[in-house]
Nanobody, 125 residues
Framework: VQLQASGGGLVQAGGSLRLSCAAS????????MGWFRQAPGKEREFVAA????????YYADSVKGRFTISRDNAKNTVYLQLNDLKPEDTAVYYC???????????????????WGQGTQVTVSS
């Protein structure tokens, strides 16, 4: 399984970015795809997740109403639309995958088996 994250960049506060996570290597129908982020000196934190089979979505409280996660079956790609960005959103953003049809703690990074390389998002004030 390979996950390739892209789309990060430098943006002013209030701006938008769209991150992409291209997935390959197996069928993703049973996957939960997550986005996490890690700022300098801080622990990796959950941002959002989507269950591939149902498109059910999950968000951290800090990004609800500003970020939107989605997936494109045809392209095997997961997107994270970041709107109304704030300086505190500055971090390296990682996509991750876990293949499971049973419930698990989606917000816990230790539950994910595969990780992309990360893409830097920097929000200036």
């Amino acid at each position: 399984v390979q996950l390739q994250a892209s789309g990060g960049g430098l943006v002013q506060a209030g701006g938008s970015l769209r991150l992409s996570c291209a997935a390959s290597g197996r069928t993703f129908s049973s996957a939960v795809m997550g986005w996490f982020r890690q700022a300098p000196g801080k622990e990796r934190e959950f941002v959002a997740a989507v269950r591939w089979s149902t498109s059910s979505t999950y968000y951290a409280d800090s990004v609800k109403g500003r970020f939107t996660i989605s997936r494109d079956n045809a392209k095997n790609t997961v997107y994270l639309q970041l709107n109304d960005l704030k300086p505190e959103d500055t971090a390296v953003y990682y996509c991750a995958a876990r293949f499971s049809s049973t419930p698990f703690a989606i917000a816990s990074s230790s539950n994910y088996d595969y990780w992309g390389q990360g893409t830097q998002v920097t929000v200036s004030s």
